[in-house]
């Protein structure tokens, strides 16, 4: 890639963000956006234009994001969000500190050399200045070398440093969180599958309570039997959905008494297919029927699923935190695959319908799944090598030559060099996320975020081995193919003089990302036009227009795999090309940033896991660091340099650190340890509204007495057992 | 090997039974060796010569064997031995269901077919007629193979099948014990280790009282912390070895008053060097003066002790099993090298010395064990592979010419060569247990039980990769060693014809372990000859007369890897030399028979682990049929048998069963059940005697009262609380 695309590039994404920056300053000041922009502190019911925004003043949110505390965020967007800023100003401090380090001693022990003809590079082969600071033109075996193997320590001892304070640091934030004095239903309550069948002469209900009470005579409070819930929601939706509708209606309805005739006009609708065929009625009739239709059928439903569809899973609830705690830790079977206990995840977070998957079959769908996503991830690595082959221009002009008259366009040309391969790769990873979590959700993970840790797992191999390696080798291979089958042991030399050329293409995709896509994710572009096209011709209720705002979640699910895409290129190209450093600064500044606005002001957290993400995010971090250090003695045996295997040790290090962080905080983050439980809560906890927070709403109803409950739901065993 | 010296062998060995079995019938009926024959009867207090012995008839002891229940061996030697005869007889129910198809079908397979001439034997080259029922007398790529291919899959799936029920059958009796109404003082108690420095103006015991009763407040009864008793013990034991003398002079004086004179010869001794040197002193004086100067040192020092030297690790006791089993399962701390818990060993299996090292310590340890165990074994291999090659006597009289003229006597050759390369291995396993012991021991395990599991499992790969591996290739490989370097691609064929050729050297090396090693198991002939000698010249107290006389335990722990390494041999030529089947039985069968008797009869268990022994049991068997499974996979492959692929579905079947036996079984053998420890007890635990059972004699003194124990045994939390 030539240099002057290169700052086209740059020059291109620093434009879009300028603009994008305008827009929000402008946006984000009018009062009818405010839903759009605060919508976090409007839920909770603060004045969203508290502090600095009423001044007006433009930048006033960068001194708010600044300001604010660990606390600030955790109290707007809870734990989990808290443990994703930690991510960030690690992975910040690590580039930090290596740059500190690296740019001023790296940069002119590179510069200063005579330099090395390299290989043909994807562009025109013109040797540009950026290539001059990058250790390509370091002379093979040359001792200046030695500066860049220490460089490789560096970088690692500071990524150990701060990772091991992140990890005490994020355990401590989870203690605070779990010894909070609030009353929190799942901390007194576990989740207990595979229950063997019901023995002759027992209802289920018996069986789960007399088991329990047995073991834990003085806490043990009462258990929810799960029941298939399949039948009776659909009700409740349909139920729920005429509700909507008929409150749409009346809206609609009472707007034409103020707009149009002082007597209003009814509003009607077609019952047939998608209401566009059929007989036409008065909507606000035909819907006050229907519900008083299904309301009995419903009612009727919920005594049945409550009666007959029990599955072998149950909730059981425990009158103190303590008891929770140890009973989900403990093997209550003496075959492990029964009675199998879990702590109980939030309510919200409940996949009711994975809870009936049995012990063997989760088993055997989780291994399924993990070969599924391996071999995923094995062949669309060819495609992907091909796309960022064929996507730089000089291929395309090749293999599509009626593209030529087109691409030889100066303008068109720059501008399509520097986005064309960057485009390719960011259209294709937005494809991926909810295919993985379709298959993580199909394993039988009974809870929402223990999923979505799952497929921000997968996704973070997919990313990396595709995208960085396959870029890296395949970009590499590709180009110089014909070499290759000259003289096939020439391929180290290859790679040798392919990775600093392609420090180039992940600058400009690292600068893309972050320009493009922390504009858009600040100015909110994309969110205003649909909510301010929704209210326009779609909402008429109140509950319309709020659910059309609403902001959703920071998913750090999606958003860390891609940070981590760029953790792992920063990282690999730290010491080969440090140039990259200030980019990737920039990257996780700006993120931090923007960032810290939108969970202070704009997301509101769907589920609170308390930082159960931190280990894979330690993890990953650490796998990056291992894939660096691997690069890094691959690229120095290219190089010739014969102290190489002085980079063993490091490697060895990385492994051992890993196990031992896993070893001295993983199972916090699994467990919960009873120091931290046994803590006191600010009020003696009512049970009662603990065990209702757990009835799913299509079985709660005010019709319905405790009594009819009874098939499913266990009485308290003793009113007064919670003190 | 020749026929007749296989004949030779097998007779001798016979022989040396059946004057074994004479012999024990002779002594064992003479009244002054009950104690040698009947030390468990004696012991328990029941009569010795109860049921068939009474009438002399010398085979009523394998009646009584064989009439015995599982229940009659729980309650003579405990569960331990119990799950060692489920190993036993399941091993044998696999060797007899594969004998009764593989003997019928293979043998008339392999005898008819035309026969092809091996390469070289380890002997003259002639062919015995052993050799013909092998499949080393099928043809390459013969259809006949198939019948072998198929045999494979039978011993396979008979081993699944016995597995799974003896591993379904031992997890009941774990549960049986555990849930055993008796009170049982381990089932009460925890350890607790890596308990974090005392904070400011706390003792260690208020520390470790405070942090227990605030999780537990209502189970927590109260907490022994442990101590460096180094400096107690040796007191103690001063003290002890005082009184022991004492005794035995009181004896000898009044020994002599009986024998010589009226007035008796006071026994004196020298105080120098070993009593040989120094002044002569009247011995009862003399040790009564020391008893008097020793007690109230180690008074002094038990109080010492108890302040001053708390060590970081604490026995914690709960009032109830469910507790103290919940309790040790569950992550106390909120950093998981702190507060570390286990479930309390039994006392007597307490390594008091291993508490004190820290978390990672014991990880660090752990890995260098086993890298140490590691290189052991391998380096082993060469020394193993050279003894087996040379101590043929073709070897020995190629490499040790000056030996020729001796052995070429016939005698001395039919036996030597019968007997050499298998006494040079026994010898040599001889020597290994107790490094492996002590290896085991450094590793920081606090359990002796533990180390002595860990040790036998070392000892497994240790016998089976270095016994067997090495004779089978070693073997093979350097008789025919020149061959090889002639042409290297040859080492498959090599090996096709080495197996069965090894199999006659493995069925003579089956044989001796039986006859003889049974032989001298049931007849006693060792223990009984140093019984009667240190009767006769060292005994003169009741006390030492019993000590002499003590039969000590089962050893299991060096026991099993013996057995497994006969069933390893046995799997492994199961197909190829179908012969050696009935050998197996006889091993396990003879094994059982006369391992019954001395479980009932003589033998004491050192400790009880409640079977926790069996998944080691069941992962080796499991080993060994997965490398009879390689061996098969290797065997039909030198066979250049096309549909050898076909195996590898029993070999991944394998893993999948291990696994799948691991996961349903294997947690319930390391964590206490909850069901099962929430079973009611005959009575209210004492738990003032639970406690008392877990303080070390060289600490417990009758002097000392309960408040000076304070400061290391914290006091009854509520005196009601165990009810």
Redesign the interface.
Known sequence: MEFSSFLTSLGTSFLIFIVLMLLFAWLSGKPGNSVIYYPNRILKGLDPKEGGSRTRNPFAWIHEAMSSTEQDVISASGYDTAVYFVFLSTVLGILVLSGLVLLPVLLPVAATDVGVKIAKTTSNGTFSNLDKLSMGNVKEKSSRLWAFLLATYWVSFVTYFLLWKAYKHV??LR?DALMSPEVRAEQFAILVRDIPPVPEGQTRKEQVDS?FK???P?SFYRSMLVTNNKVVNKLWEELEGYKKKLARAEAVYALSKKTGKPEGARPTNRIGFLGLIGKKVDSIEYYNEKINEVTPKLESEQKDTLREKQLDAALVFFSSR?AA???A?????????K?TVTDAPEFRQMIWTNLKIK??QR?VRQYVIYIVVALTIVFFMIPIAFISAFTTLENLKKYLPFLKPIVDIDAIKTVLEAYLPQLALIIFLALLPKLLYSLSKAEGIPSEGHVVRAASGKYFYFIVLNVFIGVTVGGTLFSTFKDIKKDPDSIPDLLAAGLPVNATFFITFVALRFFVGYGLELSRIIPLIIFHLKRKYLCKTEAEVKEAWHPGDLRYGTRFPGDMLIVTIVLCYSVIAPIIIPFGVVYFGLGWLILRNQALKVYVPAYESYGRMWPHMHKRILAALIIYQLTMFGYFGAKQFIYVPLLLPAIILSLIFGY?CS??????FR??????A?RDLKEIPNMEQVFRSYITPSLSSDKIEDDQFEDALSQVSRSTSFV
């Open positions: 355990s401590g203690a088991y047995r073991i834990y003085e303590v705690a140890s009973a830790q403990s093997l209550h079977a003496q075959m492990v695959d009675w012990f063997f088993q031992v070893k001295k905080f993983y199972r916090f467990d919960t340890a009873l120091e931290v046994c």
